[in-house]
């Protein structure tokens, strides 16, 4: 199972390194995950697409830099991070 998740996730990697949008395989989960739950906060994203707290950081980082998402404060935990898919995410 491990060999087969390295074949896809390498397989995805090269699609949407094709598609040309700078997009790698953490960013998709990133977005496919929000596209079925949003709002999340960042930490919930991260557990949900299985992707580590430091990797979850620079992952949004990226996709606000491209637009695809927006970082707002919680309002009632400022401690906290809400992700949202922008329309163009």
Same mark, same amino acid.
């Given at each position: /199972?491990?060999?087969?998740?390295? *074949?896809?996730?390498?397989?995805?990697?090269?699609? @949407?390194?094709?598609?040309?949008?700078?997009?790698?395989?953490?960013?998709?989960? *990133?977005?496919?995950? @929000?596209?079925?739950? %949003?709002?999340?906060?960042?930490?919930?994203?991260?557990? %949900?697409?299985?992707?580590?707290?430091?990797?979850? *950081?620079?992952? *949004?980082?990226?996709? %606000?830099? /491209?637009? /695809?998402?927006?970082?707002?404060?919680?309002?009632?935990?400022?401690?906290?991070?809400?992700?949202?898919?922008?329309?163009?995410?």
């Amino acid at each position: /199972l491990y060999d087969l998740g390295s *074949v896809l996730r390498r397989r995805l990697d090269a699609a @949407l390194a094709e598609a040309g949008a700078g997009l790698r395989t953490r960013h998709f989960a *990133v977005l496919s995950t @929000l596209g079925c739950m %949003e709002p999340l906060s960042q930490r919930a994203a991260a557990d %949900e697409a299985d992707i580590d707290p430091a990797t979850m *950081v620079k992952t *949004v980082d990226d996709l %606000e830099r /491209l637009g /695809l998402v927006t970082r707002t404060r919680n309002p009632r935990d400022r401690r906290a991070h809400e992700l949202m898919l922008t329309e163009a995410g």
